[in-house]
């Protein structure tokens, strides 16, 4: 037997034990990306904790089921995270606070289902852990590159 035929008959063994020919709602791909956003937002909320714990300013706010906002007013750096289910995809845009205050550019999370049945965080491609996920969301905002002071004869004008 190929393995054409064996997925055949996985599929159809699938189906009696659910009672039709779709997968069980607990593993369906939008269950488990709902829960994966969850887990984000949590995570994320006691990254800002601990950052608050350890004498940094920072503020997390859920906005609605699908969007959350951090900011750190001390730097003027906010980002809005918004989930989009029927796009597989967790936005991230950085915003100011302050006028004047430069940002850096926001990105994309792709939510990917995986062979083992779970859904996984990918940027441009490559598959990212929660802290990773977190850590490239959460360090412009946290711990933004102070810019090096330029002399004019640097510039060379």
């Known amino acids: 037997m190929g393995w054409v035929a064996d997925h055949l008959k996985n599929r159809a063994r699938a189906g009696r034990r659910n009672g039709s020919?779709?997968?069980?709602?607990?593993?369906?791909?939008?269950?488990?990306?709902?829960?994966?956003?969850?887990?984000?937002?949590?995570?994320l909320e006691r990254d800002v904790e601990e950052f608050r714990r350890l004498d940094g300013y920072a503020d997390f706010k859920k906005i609605s089921d699908f969007q959350?906002?951090?900011?750190n007013p001390p730097t003027g750096v906010a980002?809005?995270?918004?989930?989009?289910?029927?796009?597989?995809?967790?936005?991230?845009?950085?915003?100011?606070?302050?006028?004047?205050t430069a940002v850096p550019d926001g990105g994309f999370l792709a939510l990917r289902s995986t062979s083992?049945?779970?859904?996984?965080?990918?940027?441009?491609?490559?598959?990212l852990t929660a802290e990773l996920?977190?850590?490239?969301?959460?360090?412009?905002?946290?711990?933004?590159?102070?810019p090096m002071p330029m002399r004019l004869e640097e510039t060379g004008n």
Request: zero cysteines; hydrophobic letters at 45%; a negative charge.
């Open 133 to 146: 996920a977190r850590q490239l969301i959460l360090e412009p905002l946290l711990f933004p590159a102070t």
């Open 68 to 71: 959350a906002r951090i900011s």
């Open 21 to 43: 020919g779709r997968t069980a709602p607990q593993n369906s791909f939008e269950v488990l990306a709902v829960r994966k956003w969850s887990e984000l937002l949590v995570e």
């Open 116 to 127: 083992n049945s779970a859904v996984e965080l990918y940027s441009a491609d490559q598959q």
């Open 79 to 100: 980002v809005v995270l918004t989930a989009d289910m029927a796009a597989r995809t967790i936005q991230y845009n950085f915003e100011p606070e302050h006028k004047n």
